[in-house]
């Protein structure tokens, strides 16, 4: 069993560029959550993928986007980077879409915005 | 509004005294409430739910819906407790499922 996958692992822009993280599901998982994770904070919920389609989105600018593929991977996509973008950005895969459905977690990317 | 509140960011005990790392949270409906743990180079991962009412690593939480509160408990704490942990909270909303963190404890437990 393979667990949840990210790439890149660090990543340096500048503002007002894009970027697009990955994220590879657990094996069986068919549901992927995105979280950013700013210094000194908890994890804050940017939105979530079931089969393809968003179901669920935190509060967070459209400016923030994401896809689901087939085979249950996904995609981050943020435009027009601010500086408060910086964070650790975590994918978490889960067996569908109840939500006591224990959530696992990738090792994240650090995104820093200069 | 703040769903997740943990009021200690830093918490010491020594070992094999008890800890309890205080949770509360603010939901309107049945939200599932969890822990989460995140030990010293390791990703976050899932310590117990509400839902399972078991005892994981001698661990404990019991949902108070009167105070709203979800408490993690362990009667002797031994030094490999020593982590970040996070309390969460998960609902269906009408738009969609939400999931909200609180900001953390970072627990550690003193030889």
């Known amino acids: 069993e393979t667990g949840v996958t990210q790439s890149p692992t660090h990543l340096i822009k500048t503002r007002g560029q894009q970027v697009t993280l990955r994220c590879s599901s657990q094996s069986g998982h068919n549901t992927v959550s995105w979280y950013q994770q700013a210094l000194g904070q908890g994890p804050q919920f940017i939105f979530q993928y079931y089969r393809e389609e968003e179901n669920g989105r935190g509060n967070f600018p459209p400016r ?26 975590l994918c978490a895969s889960s067996l569908g879409l109840v939500t006591g459905y224990e959530q696992f977690f990738g090792p994240g990317t650090r995104l820093t915005v200069l | 509004a703040q769903r997740v509140t943990q009021p200690e960011k830093l918490l010491s005990v020594f070992k094999g005294a008890p800890v309890e790392l205080k949770c509360n949270y603010s939901y309107s409906g049945s939200p599932e409430l969890f822990w989460y743990v995140q030990y010293s180079r390791q990703r976050l991962q899932l310590l117990l739910r509400h839902i399972s009412r078991e005892s994981i690593k001698g661990f404990t939480a019991d949902l108070n819906k009167g105070e709203t509160s979800f408490h993690l408990k362990k009667p002797f704490a031994q030094e490999e407790d020593s982590a970040m942990y996070y309390c969460a909270l998960s609902g269906r909303e009408s738009t969609g499922n939400q999931f909200y963190f609180g900001t953390g404890t970072s627990l550690t437990v003193i030889p």
């Open chain 1, 64 to 89: 923030f986007s994401g896809l689901q593929f087939p085979n249950y991977s996904s995609e981050l996509n943020v435009n027009a980077l601010e500086l408060d973008d910086s964070a650790l950005y």
